[in-house]
């Protein structure tokens, strides 16, 4: 018997690049759309604080100052971290759109029609605080959307499932979806 996982699927911000490729790359191989290095710098800056929870966690019960003071730093980090990114141009050269994330994929609108079954390589970039993935997926809906808008052309609806995703990405894209939730609750909460 298999067991079917449910995935909870988030309303999200995010710039999509996107290529077709004939297969997945061999091991070791070089992703084909590399994220360029100031976003593999924040995201090791973002991996490197969540490791750091822990630790934090045991400092708290012994000083929650020092443990406050800590995670006031980690914030002023990645605040620096995403102020230098955001003026890099790359950070704007793509445009920003809704997506529909969970952790086994991503829906979004593209002007480029795909056949069902082809592989891409992905970057996933979440806005604003530029959260990106290097990943894999397997188109397994494109439809036509109407726009009412002759001017715009064709759009078309996607929807990704990742292929091979590592780990450690889909565990960042959950805590993302997590906080996302969180963060709609307290609006909620506050009737916003």
């Known amino acids: 018997m298999t067991e079917q996982r449910e995935y909870i699927r988030i309303k999200d911000r995010a710039v999509i690049r996107l290529n077709t490729i004939a297969q997945l790359p061999s091991e070791g191989e070089e992703h ?108 397994i809906t494109c439809t036509p959307f109407s726009t009412n808008n002759d001017e715009l052309g064709p759009i078309y609806r996607y929807g990704l499932q990742f292929v091979e995703i590592e780990e450690q990405d889909k565990d960042r894209i959950a805590r993302r979806i997590f906080h996302k939730q969180l963060e709609e609750r307290r609006k909620q909460r506050l009737g916003q």
């Open 32 to 139: 084909p759309l590399p994220l360029p290095n100031h976003f593999k710098l924040l995201n090791e800056i973002v991996s490197s604080q969540a490791e750091e929870g822990q630790i934090l966690h045991a400092v708290e019960s012994d000083s929650s100052a020092t443990a406050k003071y800590f995670k006031l730093q980690n914030k002023k980090i990645q605040a620096l971290a995403q102020l230098i990114i955001s003026a890099h141009p790359d950070a704007t050269k793509f445009p920003e759109q809704k997506v529909s994330i969970s952790e086994t994929g991503v829906d979004f609108y593209n002007v480029t029609e795909r056949p069902l079954d082809s592989l891409l390589a992905l970057n996933l970039i979440f806005m604003p605080d530029y959260l990106s993935f290097e990943l894999y997926a397997k188109v």
